[in-house]
């Protein structure tokens, strides 16, 4: 694991500010709890319009999870100004996701200059503590 | 392009049930216009909420709409009573989407009788008729 | 489909050189047949070292033909001094690789100044001259 | 982390029979170190043949050993008489590959009747010891 500097020392509030215009990302409701150097953590509270027709969480709920807490730990290492967007982003589906709940994690496994390589997890946990793993996704994100 | 059959008579009406209960699908607008075998073409008219902080279309709808019609477009060709899960999806974003619709198309590239693999092309058109390409993807379906 | 222009106009030169250099490709028998603008076509005679357990051409064999292809597809736009390299590359596998010749074509789906997405084709043709997709590739090439 | 389980008890002897036709695995130096169940370690020592025009390792050598340690990965859980091929593979260019021994290993996320998710890691290490993340790769493999 490298070790991850952020570019600003206020980059958390950074992250804050530019979560209260990223529309989509409220409408799906997803709550970011933990701003980290290169790493965040979030949860959706799951509702029926999430779902797909089996009652699973559809897999676009999932891949934009994914796309937010990965592009937003690769936030976390930009200058005042700049932006990132992704160039390219891939889910593997590992289990239905069924639940209440949803927590994802993104994080920066590899940062550079013109462009950061993230990895994300999703997952739901039961009424026993039991964890699943509903998603694993690797990204290429561009700074802007 | 390998010539595609479908395996009940009554796909497009399969289809069309099938979309009623996607309940996610629904609630990001995807509108089906075209239900072809092994191809699906749909559109989203675009609002406020499906943007991100800098005004382009956000990485998650784009994702969901090439999840949406490459899952349909693969779902054209099942069995009653089968079902078509997602292994993998991987979008590239190609352009900011930009407008005040999406243009999606998805389609089977090789159909199998535990898998297909799919593409699918997100678009937007200006007022004067330009299309902007928005992304590209690539899928692997399981029939369950 | 972009219209895409060449950096320079001896670029077909440029690509020829740069062949010369790329000692893996040359390992594993890569003869590049047509240089395009953004796009490449070449063939692999097939031998017993290019195969895996089953008899069929390996899956490493066909990522490297892709990757090659994409990514001199990306350098006919290169101006000179500039070199290009992958970021990222999915291979999806759609058919077993038999017979005594692999096919491979890659192309640019859209060109930018810092990074290139491309795809790339890999087919066989029988001796009826039936044509088999092999491979489909997508992937970002960087500019450097 | 989920707990896997063989499905034969001499799955080892298995892989390393398999591995003895795995020509182009063979051509290119693969040498496998350590079987364990949903998991392989694997080493190539660098010539010149393995390179870029750069001098770096070629992207398909780095594609190549991360297919075959993942597949390996996946076939440690297989019954006998089954086998395992790769149904879409994704490999992210972290760093370039640099140094006389690339290392790779494999392994399983999430195991599956039908279908196996896989990731890989290929690094080098320096002189003085330290790694260089050199790929990271995920996999879908089928069993057949």
Redesign the interface.
């Known amino acids: 694991m490298?070790k991850l500097k952020p570019a600003e020392p206020d980059f958390v509030e950074m992250v804050k500010e530019?979560i209260g215009?990223?529309?989509?990302?409220?409408?799906?409701g997803i709550n970011i709890h933990r701003i980290d150097v290169g790493e965040i953590e979030a949860t959706i509270d799951l509702q029926?319009?999430?779902?797909?027709?089996?009652g699973y969480v559809?897999?676009?709920?999932t891949?934009?999870?994914a796309?937010?807490v990965s592009?937003f730990a690769a936030f976390t290492l930009a200058k005042r100004g700049q932006?990132i967007?992704?160039?390219?982003?891939?889910?593997?589906?590992?289990?239905?996701g069924i639940g209440t709940k949803l927590y994802g994690k993104g994080w920066v496994?590899?940062a550079g200059s013109?462009?950061h390589?993230c990895?994300a997890e999703i997952w739901t946990i039961d009424e026993n503590g039991k964890r699943t793993?509903v998603a694993?996704s690797?990204s290429?994100m561009?700074v802007v």
């Not at 029926?48 to 089996?54: A, N, Y």
Request: no cysteine; hydrophobic share 35%.
């Open positions: 490298m530019k215009g990223n529309y989509f990302s409220i409408h799906i029926g319009h999430h779902l797909q027709q089996m559809h897999g676009g709920v891949a934009t999870f796309d937010v592009g932006g967007v992704t160039a390219d982003l891939r889910v593997s589906y590992l289990n239905p496994i590899k013109r462009m390589f990895e793993d694993k690797s290429t561009v």
